[in-house]
């Protein structure tokens, strides 16, 4: 703690070590008393180089890498990924893989969600709500455990399709986790939503509006939670998405008890779409048929999918090689968090850690 | 799989207001993107977001051909929220030439072109803060360059902040 030439001034510095961070996260705060005059991210603690080991490995021995930027929501960066390799090769993954793939990528939006509702209550000092979307949570991991032997790192797709087939009793296990998880939301949102206190803390809180997010190209759920319904899986369908019904929710205020509610939302979206997926699983192979050593064709494309977080892309350069010459991953963490500066100018120091949480950041994300 | 002539109102657009800056425009796999010269970058996004709509910044960044005369092509990715459509700008850069910093225009280039600052030591014109974003600040060397091996590391800096002779 220091004192600057400003006398009222006082620079704080938060981290990297804080539990309200969500890793390693160092913000430098200038304070005037209790209020933030500016913020400074400071990031790069779990810089890996991602992009650049992505230039030393083949493009199929680059694919777990992905799993580890957003660790919450593996399947999501897997399947960016397996999409991107995939539109280079000018391929599609068969009907089969295609339905499973969304499924999959929805039970992580849902599981990805939920610990994100548990540790931003945490944040804030509800205690109870982590045991209950962990236990939630838990059931989602079993899934995939059993799908492919993982609960974190999945690294469930391959490029052209799936490697494994289901499991037996995959629809019966996905099903039953649908059957159960609405009442659970409903349960959160009574325990929370319906709680004064959470409401008054998070109300009018990092407030950020539309227009503001599209200048700072903020996407996923806190745009969305500004009041404009833009979602990748809508606006650009990919993996058959435009098959099934679901809507996109949004609220109008742009604060962080809107976020709140627009994430809950979508985690009943997502059980609406999985239903309909799980019901009408396509028979047939679950692998395009593409070449042993994948050699895109010279040419770059950008690809990029609705992840839990907001936009995802891949932006991948090929030379005709095993390996990808330039592969950029545009992460949305690193861009929502940008906007961090601007929800907490004017914020109380005790509302910084619940704008970090509703920002809903992983910086293994954020740093690649 | 071949480029193919990419028709319609924005490369009209682009080439009615920068003329022969704009050095080709085509799709690529169904993408539409447009070559310019690197003067005409920033004139480009300016046009593409004050006159077509094109609200969001989607991604900055870089690819390194060292043994190319011009070494790197900067990338710009746009999206049209009320068109739904997304375009790709590239322009090489000349070694005697700094691109000009895209804040004024989007906020979001803030960070993305510190990344390629940090990334490729490429320097914007007219950026607010051009500092390191994910490298240690004392860092010398540009990760993402081709000629800078995959283990290399500054290994002063390791010595002098981690206390030990190598990282690997």
Same mark, same amino acid.
């Given at each position: ?82 999409l ?8 599609v ?59 974190l ?28 998880f ?7 949102e ?33 745009l969305?939670?500004a ?15 435009e ?7 949004t ?26 997926a ?5 028979t ?25 977080k ?53 910086l ?5 | 799989?071949?480029? #193919? ?9 682009? +080439?009615?207001? $920068?003329? =022969?800056? &704009? ?19 920033l ?23 060292p ?7 900067? #990338? ?9 459509? +997304?375009?790709? $700008?590239? =322009?090489? &850069? ?75």
């Amino acid at each position: 703690m220091t004192t600057s030439p400003d006398a009222n001034e006082l620079v704080l510095n938060m981290g990297p070590q804080h539990p309200s961070t969500h890793g390693v996260l160092r913000i430098v705060l200038k304070l005037d008393g209790e209020r933030v005059k500016s913020t400074e991210c400071i990031i790069g603690y779990l810089h890996r180089g991602v992009e650049k080991i992505a230039e030393n490995r083949t493009y199929v021995q680059f694919a777990p890498y992905v799993d580890r930027m957003d660790y919450l929501a593996a399947v999501s960066n897997g399947l960016g990924y397996c999409l991107a390799v995939e539109k280079l090769m000018n391929s599609v993954a068969p009907p089969r893989a295609q339905a499973v793939r969304v499924i999959l990528t929805e039970l992580n939006r849902i599981a990805s969600h939920l610990l994100w509702l548990g540790t931003h209550a945490l944040d804030i000092g509800a205690i109870t709500p982590l045991f209950y979307t962990l236990r939630e949570r838990e059931e989602v991991l079993k899934i995939f455990e059993n799908y492919c032997g993982a609960r974190l790192t999945t690294h469930a797709f391959r490029i052209g399709g799936l490697q494994y087939e289901l499991y037996e009793g995959f629809e019966q296990q996905v099903n039953a986790f649908c059957d159960q998880f609405p009442a659970k939301v409903d349960e959160y949102e009574e325990l929370l939503g319906g709680n004064r206190i959470w409401r008054e803390r998070l109300r009018g809180v990092g407030v950020l509006d539309a227009a503001t997010c599209k200048r700072y190209g903020v996407t996923g759920p806190m745009l969305r939670a500004a009041g404009v319904p833009w979602d990748l899986r809508k606006a650009q369908p990919y993996s058959g998405y435009e098959q099934y019904e679901f809507e996109v929710p949004t609220r109008s205020s742009g604060d962080t008890l809107d976020r709140y509610f627009v994430r809950l939302d979508e985690m009943r979206q997502s059980v609406r779409i999985v239903r309909q997926a799980v019901a009408n699983i396509p028979t047939g192979p679950i692998m395009a048929k593409i070449a042993k050593v994948i050699k895109p064709p010279v040419g770059e494309a950008y690809v990029s999918i609705e992840a839990p977080k907001g936009e995802l892309g891949y932006f991948i350069v090929s030379d005709g090689s095993t390996h990808p010459y330039r592969l950029r991953v545009r992460p949305p963490s690193f861009v929502n968090l940008q906007a961090l500066d601007h929800m907490a100018k004017g914020a109380l120091v005790a509302d910084v850690v619940a704008i970090i949480g509703t920002i809903d950041i992983v910086l293994g994300e954020v740093d690649r | 799989m071949a480029t #193919v002539p990419w028709d319609g109102a924005i490369p009209e657009l682009l +080439r009615e207001h $920068l003329g =022969a800056a &704009v050095l080709d425009t085509h799709l690529y796999v169904d993408q539409p993107f447009a070559v310019l010269t690197l003067a005409a970058m920033l004139p480009a996004l300016e046009l593409l977001h004050a006159e077509a709509d094109f609200d969001y910044l989607v991604d900055i960044t870089a690819v390194d051909y060292p043994k190319r005369e011009c070494r790197f092509d900067l #990338v710009y990715i746009v999206y049209s929220h009320s068109r739904n459509q +997304r375009v790709r $700008l590239k =322009a090489q &850069v000349p070694a005697n030439q700094k691109p000009l910093s895209a804040v004024p225009i989007f906020l979001g280039a803030n960070w993305l072109e510190r990344e390629v600052f940090d990334m490729f030591g490429i320097e914007f014109a007219g950026h607010p803060n051009l500092t390191r974003i994910l490298m240690p600040d004392e860092w010398s060397g540009f990760p993402l360059r081709k000629d800078y091996g995959i283990i290399q590391m500054d290994n002063t800096w390791v010595k002098n902040n981690l206390g030990i002779e190598s990282g690997q």
